[in-house]
């Protein structure tokens, strides 16, 4: 079954019989989610190999009837679009640099039957910000490296006797990432495959013990265009961090 099914049945539930009756003709809720999509599709744009950003504001502009009718479902219709807007954008791998927002606007100039959607273009004013996934939780990677393990004195601490106190180093120089392992029991993996150091993509899952932590690169809007975060070499971070250091 399709999204806009999907929808249009969640739709269904969320409306009375007596607002029912208000879309005998006229704009359809279904159409302005199509219309949503296409506009999120068509406006999408590749920033890297593994990062396709789309806009995160649509403003859908209707005939000043239609608009009235679609008032009429108040905050239900916005939650639905929404629900199947942000559906749509996981399904494609879309990210966004700014919360999700939907607009219905009155506007005389549109055409009735007709929808008019315009979008905040995907900015180049990005920054990324990594993120662990661990448990359901997820932990911003504030500082260049990121200790985690059982112990008190890791950055992050897991209760997972299978973990090391200090089993694992997350490094992240605000455009490439990488996990080094500190000398664990029982080692860490990545994506399944037994490393002591590893190059990090967005998505990438670490194993230490029984805890899987998935590496996340996300957008933040900010003041000026960033570098676009790529998978780098291992060896390139290390330099990196250890040029610093001396």
């Known amino acids: 079954m399709g999204l806009l099914d999907s929808f249009e049945r969640g739709l269904s539930r969320a409306v009375n019989g007596a607002f029912a009756k208000t879309f005998r003709s006229g704009i359809q809720p279904v159409e302005i989610a199509s219309a949503v999509r296409r506009e999120m599709d068509t406006k999408a744009a590749v920033v890297s190999r593994e990062r396709i950003l789309a806009p995160h504001s649509y403003r ?55 929808i008019d959607v315009d979008t905040s273009q995907v900015s180049d004013d990005v920054s990324w910000q990594a993120v662990l996934e661990i448990d ?10 990121t200790v985690i393990g059982r112990g008190s004195d890791a950055d992050i601490t897991i209760p997972d006797a299978g973990t090391s106190r200090r089993h ?7 455009a490439r990432g990488m996990m080094r392992d500190l000398g664990s029991t029982n080692g860490s993996s990545v994506d399944g495959q037994k490393v002591k150091q590893s190059g990090l ?19 933040e809007t900010r003041q000026r ?7 780098a070499d291992a060896t390139q971070i290390i330099d ?3 040029g610093g250091r001396r």
């Not at 694992?168 to 605000?174: F, P, Q």
Request: charged share 20%; glycine share 8%.
């Open 240 to 242: 990196a961090f250890e």
């Open 168 to 174: 694992v180093e997350i490094l992240w120089d605000g």
């Open 225 to 231: 265009a960033p570098r676009l975060p790529q998978q």
């Open 60 to 114: 859908v502009r209707l005939n000043p009837s239609d608009a009235e009718r679609m008032a009429a479902l108040g905050q239900a219709l916005h939650d639905e679009l929404r629900a199947i807007s942000q559906k749509h954008a996981t399904s494609q791998g879309y990210s966004f640099a700014g919360p999700l927002s939907i607009q219905l606007l009155s506007d005389e100039q549109v055409s009735a039957g007709t």
């Open 201 to 219: 993509a967005d998505g990438q899952t670490i194993t230490i013990g029984r805890t899987r932590i998935v590496f996340r690169v996300i957008p």
């Open 136 to 145: 359901g939780r997820r932990h911003p990677i504030t500082h260049a490296r």
